[in-house]
């Protein structure tokens, strides 16, 4: 900013110069030999192009600071967003996968918008704009201002490509958490191809094996996840309670440790599986199809809102989603989800 401000000060002098040299040079003509070819074309000439050079300098440098501002907006009301809104309707709601979108919804604080970013840069920086009007530091958001927000991104061409979009997520998003210290928010992330991942959305008190290189397989039980603002890998915390070993049937056999002292930092890249939460499994596909969305969508949420959640409620929710989707088939599912257009 001082950088520019310094630019069109010199600008302005720069342009002033042409104005009092024009004039000095009028002022001087006296003194020469007086010629109509001076009077008629030489004189009108040198002074117009003097006074031309401002209006040169003043146009070359507001193109080059239009140059450098970046033309970025979202939209309300397009076909994208009218798409996210039918899924929101029929199925979030319509179908009570989401017990707090309803409340939420009557009371006008769902803000749908869609991105013409076409680059995850540039979506990265509508998620900071975005982020900032949910005014996550506040206990409550100011009356009239969104309490959540999805914004969709359909222009990102990379990313009808899944895998892409998912590296954005763990890498770039740090699997939703990267707006947490700045905004207090966090990004939940829904694509039409969705697939889950068995170590997305770790949490603390889950249950996990974790393969130790040259040692074998443990069981633990997850304590802290530290660096949840570092990209992933992260390092986790966990307390290990037994060792893993196939019985003679071939099953899995957990052989309990006699002490509770085992307690390691661990790389999240060794979690191999979690456990007592099969429906996270991407075999199981009950969690990839409910990530799904018509469009990209990146679902903004504030901090204080989730940490105030129910866990019993939020627990009963995805028990009743699982039934939900067992009872349509992953297929029929699917099928709700494309229809919203």
């Known amino acids: 900013k001082i950088a520019d401000k310094c630019r069109w000060y010199c600008m302005i002098a720069m342009a002033a110069i042409p104005f009092v040299a024009g004039d000095h040079w009028r002022a001087s003509l006296p003194n020469l030999p007086t010629t109509k070819l001076r009077r008629s074309w030489v004189e009108p000439r040198i002074i117009a192009g003097c006074r031309a050079v401002p209006f040169v300098l003043f146009a070359s440098a507001f193109k080059q600071r239009v140059r450098r501002v970046p033309r970025y907006a979202v939209v309300e009301g397009d076909a994208h967003a009218t798409a996210v809104q039918m899924w929101l309707d029929t199925m979030i709601i319509g179908m009570g996968l989401c017990p707090w979108a309803k409340p939420a919804n009557e009371a006008g604080g769902i803000r749908i918008v869609t991105s013409s970013a076409s680059t995850p840069q540039e979506v990265l920086e509508d998620l900071q704009r975005e982020a900032k009007k949910l005014q996550g530091w506040l206990p409550e958001p100011q009356a009239g201002s969104p309490v959540t927000t999805l914004l969709v991104c359909p222009s990102v061409e990379e990313w009808r490509d899944f895998e892409n979009f998912d590296a954005f997520r763990e890498e770039i998003l740090l699997n939703g958490e990267v707006l947490t210290e700045e905004f207090q928010c966090k990004i939940v992330c829904f694509h039409p191809r969705q697939q889950a991942s068995n170590i997305y959305g770790l949490n603390v008190g889950d249950e996990i094996l974790v393969d130790v290189p040259g040692t074998g397989e443990f069981a633990g039980t997850v304590l802290e996840i530290l660096g949840m603002e570092m990209k992933p890998p992260r390092e986790i915390k966990t307390q290990f309670f037994g060792k893993v070993d196939q019985g003679e049937d071939g099953e899995m056999v957990i052989e309990p440790f006699l002490d509770s002292d085992h307690i390691a ?77």
């Open 265 to 341: 930092t661990i790389s999240e890249d060794n979690v191999t599986q979690l456990l007592g939460r099969e429906a996270l499994a991407p075999e199981d596909g009950c969690r990839s199809i409910l990530g799904r969305a018509p469009r990209v969508v990146l679902h903004l949420l504030r901090s204080k809102d989730l940490e105030a959640v129910d866990d019993k409620k939020a627990f009963q929710a995805l028990e009743r989603n699982e039934e939900v989707v067992e009872t349509l088939g992953l297929e029929g599912f699917d099928d709700l989800v494309k229809k919203c257009g």
